[in-house]
Nanobody, 123 residues
Framework: VQLQASGGGLAQPGGSLSVSCVVS????????MGWYRQAPGKRRELVAS???????NYADSVKGRFTISRDNAKNTLYLQMNTLKPEDTAVYYC??????????????????WGQGTQVTVSS
């Protein structure tokens, strides 16, 4: 199972950015998915999560500004970030709870992470 994140970049305060994450592999089912972030010198924190049915949850710091979504047909997770603040600057990681098949076609379950993508908010 692999998670490939893309997007992010540089935005001014008040601006918008988006990130996406594609899950690939011998997939059986993708359960909960989420976006986390880690700023320099800080612990990784949950930004938002979404169930396979589309129920979402947000950190208080991003409520009303960020929107998490997923396209189950494309195995893709999205995060739309609006009204960005300098404190949103961090490396953003996607995560997925996945049921999959290994090379012996035995079912496995695990939490997988993407490689991280940088989001910088600065004037």
């Amino acid at each position: 199972v692999q998670l490939q994140a893309s997007g992010g970049g540089l935005a001014q305060p008040g601006g918008s950015l988006s990130v996406s994450c594609v899950v690939s592999g011998r997939l059986l089912r993708i359960n909960d998915m989420g976006w986390y972030r880690q700023a320099p010198g800080k612990r990784r924190e949950l930004v938002a999560s979404i169930t396979s049915g589309g129920d979402s949850n947000y950190a208080d710091s991003v409520k009303g500004r960020f929107t998490i979504s997923r396209d189950n047909a494309k195995n893709t997770l999205y995060l739309q970030m609006n009204t960005l603040k300098p404190e949103d600057t961090a490396v953003y990681y996607c995560s997925a709870d996945v049921n999959s098949f290994n090379s012996a076609y035995e079912m496995e379950a695990g939490i997988y992470w993407g490689q991280g993508t940088q989001v910088t908010v600065s004037s």
